[in-house]
């Protein structure tokens, strides 16, 4: 490869594997250390195409989630079955994998600027900006750039454009589904707001368990089903439909937690 070979994005190639090594490294035990990382599907990954490929996914922290994923993405290619076992993975990073990111997020400190240099495709937000709700068009160029990133490789997502829960899937995710034909990834994560602060920067809590699970292709039928129908159906597989909101007892809830302890007992001895 060309040292100095650039991504559609202007991107050099040789800069941003060093970024994704370096960052990689760092990173590594806040999923296999402090924290333990459950994943499972992820031998969905190795089977798809090189490009077209939209991930969708819940949103937990600003950064923790898409570095999570790109371990385990790069994991996976390496052949790794539902394991970041032996950081050596991000050695030779798949370098055609993009995210959406807002741009003010991006552009918020060095730290961010950095990482965008990893693979944010960066938007602006046309619902809100600096904290206060706004209502603007969309821009053509932030179009342009997803359908340049699809063309590439893959693109990762969280439909729901904010860290809340189960708050509504933005319909610009169904218009670029049924105008661009992706194969369509849902992804659903845990645990990641409780282990770090709201940026993914910082681990606010250790031991905690993190769960990543990767979901067969979407089945879609791209010319007939409407723009509303991919829309729910997107909210129920990354599981934030209203429907998953259950109210648990106190007794119940103290169960669970006693389950969760346990099975962090038995993954710290791996």
Same mark, same amino acid.
């Given at each position: 490869?060309?040292?100095?070979?650039?991504?559609?994005?202007?991107?050099i190639?040789?800069?941003?594997k060093?970024?994704?090594?370096?960052?990689?490294?760092?990173?590594?035990?806040?999923?296999?250390?402090?924290?333990?990382?459950?994943i499972?599907?992820?031998?969905?990954?190795?089977?798809?195409?090189?490009?077209?490929?939209?991930?969708?996914?819940?949103?937990?922290?600003?950064?923790?989630?898409?570095?999570?994923?790109?371990?385990?993405?790069?994991?996976?290619?390496k052949?790794?079955?539902d394991?970041l076992?032996?950081?050596?993975?991000?050695?030779?990073?798949?370098?055609?994998?993009?995210?959406?990111?807002?741009?003010?997020?991006?552009?918020?400190?060095?730290?961010?600027?950095?990482?965008?240099?990893?693979?944010?495709?960066?938007?602006?937000?046309?619902?809100?900006?600096a904290?206060?709700?706004?209502?603007?068009?969309?821009?053509?160029?932030?179009?342009?750039?997803? %359908? #340049?990133?699809l063309d590439?490789?893959?693109?990762?997502?969280?439909?729901?454009?904010?860290? $809340? +829960?189960f708050?509504? =899937?933005?319909?610009?995710?169904?218009?670029?589904?049924?105008?661009?034909?992706?194969v369509?990834?849902?992804?659903?994560?845990?645990?990641?707001?409780?282990s770090?602060? %709201? #940026?993914?920067?910082?681990?606010?809590?250790?031991?905690?368990?993190?769960?990543?699970?990767? $979901? +067969?292709?979407?089945? =879609?039928?791209?010319e007939?089903?409407?723009?509303?129908?991919?829309?729910?159906?997107?909210?129920?597989?990354?599981?934030?439909?209203?429907?998953?909101?259950k109210?648990?007892p106190?007794?119940?809830?103290?169960?669970?937690?006693?389950?969760?302890?346990?099975?962090?007992?038995?993954?710290?001895?791996?």
């Amino acid at each position: 490869m060309p040292i100095f070979k650039r991504n559609p994005f202007g991107h050099i190639l040789f800069i941003k594997k060093w970024l994704i090594r370096i960052f990689g490294v760092v990173s590594h035990g806040r999923y296999r250390r402090f924290n333990s990382l459950q994943i499972e599907g992820s031998e969905i990954i190795r089977d798809l195409p090189e490009t077209n490929v939209l991930f969708v996914s819940n949103h937990q922290t600003y950064f923790a989630d898409v570095a999570a994923m790109l371990h385990v993405f790069n994991a996976s290619l390496k052949g790794r079955v539902d394991t970041l076992k032996n950081v050596g993975y991000i050695w030779h990073p798949k370098l055609n994998i993009y995210y959406i990111a807002a741009s003010e997020t991006m552009k918020s400190g060095f730290l961010p600027k950095v990482f965008a240099y990893t693979g944010s495709i960066s938007i602006e937000r046309t619902w809100r900006s600096a904290g206060k709700e706004v209502n603007r068009q969309v821009k053509m160029s932030d179009i342009s750039n997803i %359908k #340049k990133a699809l063309d590439d490789g893959w693109v990762i997502t969280f439909p729901q454009g904010t860290t $809340k +829960p189960f708050r509504p =899937i933005r319909r610009g995710t169904a218009h670029i589904i049924k105008t661009y034909k992706p194969v369509v990834i849902p992804i659903v994560i845990d645990g990641f707001r409780r282990s770090f602060d %709201k #940026k993914g920067l910082l681990i606010k809590k250790r031991n905690i368990l993190q769960s990543m699970v990767i $979901k +067969p292709p979407m089945e =879609i039928d791209y010319e007939n089903e409407t723009v509303e129908e991919i829309v729910k159906r997107i909210e129920f597989e990354i599981e934030q439909d209203p429907s998953f909101l259950k109210v648990i007892p106190a007794d119940e809830y103290k169960r669970q937690e006693e389950e969760l302890d346990k099975k962090r007992k038995f993954w710290d001895m791996y």
